[in-house]
DNA sequence: TCTCCACAGGAAATTGGGGGTT
DNA sequence: AACCCCCAATTTCCTGTGGAGA
């Protein structure tokens, strides 16, 4: 191998080759086609014809859970749209794109809007509602003669919704004489549609198409396509991409999810010098994926998120688990005194306590036990003890309490 | 079948902080 | 300085409920 230049014993020159071209397989890579979603294309196709026709496109809604396309195939069409204006005078179009994460009212979102068409500078604020949205229509007089607004992670509007309202009935109300204008949603919540109220219901939904996960067969073949470009040819054991497309199925079908195990795995024997990607590699892929999941998650907590945790943690670590609420609250009280910090009422906590099991750091489970009990929530740690004590010490207003149930843990030879 | 426990969890009101105008 | 808007987090108040035991 070494060819006399002496790089070969450089510690970055690996003597393996795995990846062709491994910017296939990073999040921001775009496909060309989608095969397994050609359904959905199409019926996306007819909600926006009617703007080739000089009418407004049909407002739409992409329901599906994250990784099934939903953006992808958004764009793909758009794309399209947009290549047909260029190529004809009957077709003036504007795309607003605007992602409602973070814009959690319609008046965030409307003042995004308004950053967003104008290219720059901040957001306006301070004013009320509906002189936020007379702003937006100015804004929106100066664009083409229609305008297709595209809205991502549409549900984190929540119930707030007026904005969706008020859009797609901006012409009839004689906002916007001279434009025709539709909106399209793009949301992961797929209750979210129920939860909108039914005038926005009414006037926002002419058409809504979902986006159901991808079976393992679907995601076998999404990633044999990357796969094909990615690796260089024989790099991959026969049983590597049923692997991984098994384990993103049985998750939540996401393509996103079977790619990033797929990359992994690859990275993995590089590093380790292997000459090839072999299932040992997808099977430890998925638990460091699994864990630098948990990991950012538990990072990203808040103080009192974190101390509804720690409050599960300290009676893990006393072999208290499972625990009902009523036990977690007395130990986050004596924890939130300790910490000379703010406490909450039991009310609040046992909210937190369940956003934490929906997040999959706790296993909560209601039980009845009638007339010696009724109706309650246990609670225990769904991860592992260590590992979680572990990432909490790294936050300093909380370390002096963790380093404690170390010790007591190591006593009771927990870790 | 009826009671009744020990909570769960919905709804409304309050708080406090960020950003603004006049 | 005085006052206004928006909003997430929290508190307050309350009604609802599954099943063990009579």
């Given at each position: 191998?070494?060819?006399?230049?002496?790089?070969?014993?450089?510690?970055?020159?690996?003597?393996?080759?795995?990846?062709?071209?491994?910017?296939?397989?990073?999040?921001?890579?775009?496909?060309?086609?989608?095969?397994?979603?050609?359904?959905?294309?199409?019926?996306?196709?007819?909600?926006?014809?009617?703007?080739?026709?000089?009418?407004?496109?049909?407002?739409?809604?992409?329901?599906?859970?994250?990784?099934?396309?939903?953006?992808?195939?958004?764009?793909?069409?758009?794309?399209?749209?947009?290549?047909?204006?260029?190529?004809?005078?009957?077709?003036?179009?504007?795309?607003?794109?605007?992602?409602?994460?973070?814009?959690?009212?319609?008046?965030?979102?409307?003042?995004?809007?308004?950053?967003?068409?104008?290219?720059?500078?901040?957001?306006?604020?301070?004013?009320?509602?509906?002189?936020?949205?007379?702003?937006?229509?100015?804004?929106?007089?100066?664009?083409?003669?229609?305008?297709?607004?595209?809205?991502?992670?549409?549900?984190?509007?929540?119930?707030?919704?007026?904005?969706?309202?008020?859009?797609?009935?901006?012409?009839?109300?004689?906002?916007?004489?001279?434009?025709?204008?539709?909106?399209?949603?793009?949301?992961?919540?797929?209750?979210?549609?129920?939860?909108?109220?039914?005038?926005?219901?009414?006037?926002?939904?002419?058409?809504?198409?979902?986006?159901?996960?991808?079976?393992?067969?679907?995601?076998?073949?999404?990633?044999?396509?990357?796969?094909?470009?990615?690796?260089?040819?024989?790099?991959?054991?026969?049983?590597?991409?049923?692997?991984?497309?098994?384990?993103?199925?049985?998750?939540?079908?996401?393509?996103?999810?079977?790619?990033?195990?797929?990359?992994?795995?690859?990275?993995?024997?590089?590093?380790?010098?292997?000459?090839?990607?072999?299932?040992?590699?997808?099977?430890?892929?998925?638990?460091?994926?699994?864990?630098?999941?948990?990991?950012?998650?538990?990072?990203?907590l808040t103080t009192q998120d974190q101390f509804a945790l720690l409050s599960v943690v300290a009676l893990?670590?006393?072999?208290?688990?499972?625990?009902?609420?009523?036990?977690v609250y007395q130990k986050y009280k004596s924890i939130v005194t300790r910490l000379d910090s703010n406490q909450l009422?039991e009310?609040r906590v046992?909210d937190h306590l369940?956003s934490l099991?929906?997040?999959?750091f706790?296993?909560?489970?209601?039980?009845?036990?009638?007339?010696?009990?009724?109706?309650?929530?246990?609670?225990?740690?769904?991860?592992?003890?260590?590992?979680?004590?572990?990432?909490l010490?790294?936050d300093?207003r909380i370390?002096?309490v963790v380093?404690?149930l170390?010790?007591?843990?190591?006593?009771?030879?927990?870790?």
């Amino acid at each position: 191998m070494d060819d006399g230049t002496g790089i070969a014993n450089n510690p970055y020159g690996s003597t393996v080759e795995i990846f062709a071209d491994e910017s296939v397989l990073k999040e921001d890579w775009q496909p060309k086609e989608l095969p397994e979603r050609e359904d959905e294309l199409e019926e996306i196709r007819n909600s926006l014809a009617p703007a080739t026709r000089g009418v407004n496109a049909h407002n739409l809604f992409l329901y599906g859970k994250t990784g099934q396309g939903k953006t992808v195939a958004i764009d793909h069409e758009l794309d399209l749209l947009k290549e047909f204006a260029a190529g004809t005078d009957k077709l003036e179009l504007s795309v607003v794109k605007t992602s409602a994460n973070n814009q959690s009212t319609s008046y965030q979102l409307a003042a995004h809007l308004i950053k967003e068409i104008r290219g720059s500078g901040k957001k306006p604020s301070g004013i009320d509602q509906q002189s936020m949205f007379d702003l937006l229509y100015d804004e929106l007089r100066g664009l083409n003669e229609t305008i297709i607004i595209v809205v991502d992670e549409i549900d984190s509007i929540g119930s707030n919704d007026d904005l969706l309202y008020e859009l797609p009935r901006a012409r009839k109300n004689g906002h916007l004489e001279n434009h025709w204008i539709s909106v399209i949603g793009i949301s992961n919540d797929l209750e979210f549609r129920d939860n909108l109220s039914p005038k926005v219901k009414d006037s926002l939904y002419d058409s809504e198409i979902e986006f159901a996960p991808y079976n393992a067969n679907q995601l076998t073949s999404i990633l044999e396509r990357r796969a094909e470009r990615a690796f260089i040819d024989g790099v991959l054991a026969d049983d590597v991409i049923p692997l991984c497309a098994a384990f993103a199925a049985q998750d939540e079908g996401s393509a996103r999810q079977a790619i990033r195990l797929l990359y992994k795995a690859g990275e993995i024997a590089l590093n380790n010098e292997q000459e090839a990607v072999e299932e040992s590699h997808v099977r430890e892929a998925r638990d460091i994926l699994e864990r630098k999941r948990i990991e950012e998650g538990m990072r990203s907590l808040t103080t009192q998120d974190q101390f509804a945790l720690l409050s599960v943690v300290a009676l893990e670590t006393a072999e208290e688990t499972p625990a009902r609420t009523r036990q977690v609250y007395q130990k986050y009280k004596s924890i939130v005194t300790r910490l000379d910090s703010n406490q909450l009422v039991e009310r609040r906590v046992r909210d937190h306590l369940q956003s934490l099991g929906m997040q999959g750091f706790l296993i909560a489970e209601t039980r009845n036990r009638g007339i010696q009990g009724g109706n309650h929530y246990r609670f225990e740690l769904k991860t592992d003890l260590e590992a979680t004590l572990e990432i909490l010490s790294e936050d300093s207003r909380i370390d002096e309490v963790v380093e404690d149930l170390v010790d007591i843990a190591t006593a009771n030879g927990l870790i």
